[in-house]
Antibody
Framework: QLQLQESGPGLVKPSETLSLTCTVS??????????WGWIRQPPGKGLEWIGS???????DYNPSLGSRVTISVDTSRTQFSLRLSSVTGADTAVYYC????????????????WGQGTLVTVSS | DIVMTQSPDSLAVSLGERATINCKSS????????????FGWYQQKPGQPPKLLIK???IREFGVPDRFSGSGSGTDFTLTITSLQAEDVAVYYC?????????FGQGTKVEIK
């Protein structure tokens, strides 16, 4: 059974970089059928797609986040990471990692497995 | 970006009654080359991550009760819960995967009347 688990600091200071890791167990990141993504949810609000990554290194990012976001996969192919720079209070949210089942069209798909999420608060 | 707009924002339904949630996309999510709607529905219960209910607009994910059904095409979609159960209290989100950025609706909260 596939499991995803987010980890990282729960508190980040404004202007610093948010860094989270998603550990994948029960499956390999190295499958052409899947992308691996990050989605966030501010407290009491809706879902925002941050970006997705394919094991071959191809990435898609939400333009609303500009150049602040980087998603990468580690060489062990069991973890992928999110970095979000220059954070502000607007970046306070529960951050989810999830598996995206590809439709066969680059980067397009739906999220069929999710981690439990981790709350990141941006505050000094 | 494709904007997804759900209606209503919330609804209260009696146990055993029907709940209907609508989602409208700002442009068609029907892909002409395969005639499929790149559209899905998720359920999020309090304190839990979203759970995929419906993919391709009308195909239930494995294990999802058949009281959940999805319909629609192009820009207008509906999630129907026939015979609402107490465990269906949740926020429901639609999502398009026709184009990047992937986008979600704002959510519809379903409660028991």
């Amino acid at each position: 059974q596939l499991q995803l688990q987010e980890s990282g600091p729960g508190l980040v200071k404004p202007s610093e970089t948010l860094s989270l890791t998603c550990t994948v167990s029960g499956d390999s990141i190295s499958s052409s059928s899947y992308y691996w993504g990050w989605i966030r949810q501010p407290p009491g609000k809706g879902l925002e797609w941050i970006g997705s990554l394919h094991y071959d290194g191809n990435t898609d990012y939400n333009p609303s986040l500009g150049s602040r976001v980087t998603i990468s996969v580690d060489t062990s192919r069991t973890q992928f990471s999110l970095r979000l720079s220059s954070v502000t209070g607007a970046d306070t949210a529960v951050y989810y990692c999830a598996r995206l089942l590809s439709t066969g069209i680059y980067g397009r798909g739906f999220f069929d497995y999710w981690g439990q999420g981790t709350l990141v608060t941006v505050s000094s | 970006d494709i904007v997804m707009t759900q209606s209503p924002d919330s609804l209260a339904v009696s146990l055993g009654e029907r709940a209907t949630i609508n989602c409208k996309s700002s442009q068609s999510v029907l892909y002409s080359s395969d005639n499929r709607n790149y559209f899905g529905w998720y359920q999020q219960k309090p304190g839990q991550p979203p759970k995929l209910l419906i993919k391709w607009a009308s195909i239930r994910e494995f294990g999802v009760p058949d009281r959940f059904s999805g319909s629609g095409s192009g820009t207008d979609f509906t999630l129907t819960i026939t015979s609402l159960q107490a465990e269906d209290v949740a926020v429901y989100y639609c999502q398009q995967y026709y184009s990047v950025p992937l986008t979600f609706g704002q959510g519809t909260k379903v409660e028991i009347k």
